[in-house]
């Protein structure tokens, strides 16, 4: 049974920098690639960004090119998300995701969720 637990969300003023981290349990984490997703209150889901199995590629949203990092430890099946040079448009609740797909993008390939966690970035 896989449980993630996504933890490190808060309170920051504007081009701050917050790190979350994404706790994989169960069987075979280095056989998932692993996202971030947020979601902002009365909008959808939307990527952020993910990282594959290996955690040799990573894919942005253009939103957060240059200012956000995907990283992941395989040895300690942690997923983690450093975001710095925050904007209050990066407010939103934040999820980790597991996916069997090689290049997910799309929150439909994702099959394991996180809890999520708030960010919340202050002007």
């Known amino acids: 049974q896989v449980q993630l637990v996504d933890s490190g969300g808060g309170l920051v003023q504007a081009g701050g920098s917050l790190r979350l981290s994404c706790a994989f349990s169960g069987r075979a984490f280095g056989a998932y690639s692993m996202g971030w997703f947020r979601q902002a209150p009365g909008k959808e889901r939307e990527f952020v960004t993910a990282?594959?199995?290996?955690?040799?590629?990573?894919y942005y949203a253009d939103s957060v090119k240059g200012r956000f990092t995907i990283s992941r430890d395989n040895a300690k099946n942690t997923v983690y998300l450093q975001m710095d040079s925050l904007k209050p448009e990066d407010t939103a609740v934040y999820y980790c995701a597991a996916s069997l797909a090689d290049s997910p993008i799309s929150p439909r390939e994702y099959i394991h969720w996180g809890q999520g966690t708030q960010v919340t970035v202050s002007s």
């Open positions: 990282i594959s199995r290996s955690g040799s590629i990573s």
